[in-house]
């Protein structure tokens, strides 16, 4: 079993940036892929990011290709997405997500996720 917490959300202004972190228990993490996900109000859940379970191979929506990266510390049993140059449209809850197998690559779909976090709000103002 995986626990997953987010922090790290926030209130940016358009162009700002924030830095969201997972931070997962259990000792296999280093083991699973993890990917990040969002679901604004009203709109079904969306695949932002993805990473491996050694970090070499990601993969990201195009809409936020260029502006967030992924990125993990096995050692600290963290994911982070950092988020860059961000606008309205990026405001949602933010979901990381750990898929038991090794993400060669990292999946894209919700559904080969295994365990799930509660969420982290981001708000972009305009």
């Known amino acids: 079993q995986v626990q997953l917490v987010e922090s790290g959300g926030g209130l940016v202004q358009t162009g700002g940036s924030l830095r969201l972190s997972c931070a997962a228990s259990?000792?296999?993490?280093?083991?699973?892929?993890m990917g990040w996900f969002c679901q604004a109000p009203g709109k079904e859940r969306e695949f932002v990011a993805a990473i491996s379970w050694n970090g070499i191979s990601t993969t990201y929506a195009d809409s936020v290709k260029g502006r967030f990266t992924i990125s993990r510390d096995n050692a600290k049993n963290t994911v982070y997405l950092q988020m860059n140059s961000l606008v309205p449209d990026d405001a949602a809850v933010y979901y990381c997500?750990?898929?038991?197998?090794?993400?060669?690559?990292?999946?894209?779909?919700?559904?080969?996720?295994?365990?799930w976090g509660q969420g982290t709000q981001v708000t972009v103002s305009s």
């Open positions: 997500a750990a898929d038991r197998n090794f993400g060669i690559p990292p999946s894209r779909r919700g559904g080969d996720y295994d365990y």
């Open positions: 259990g000792r296999t993490f280093s083991m699973y892929a």
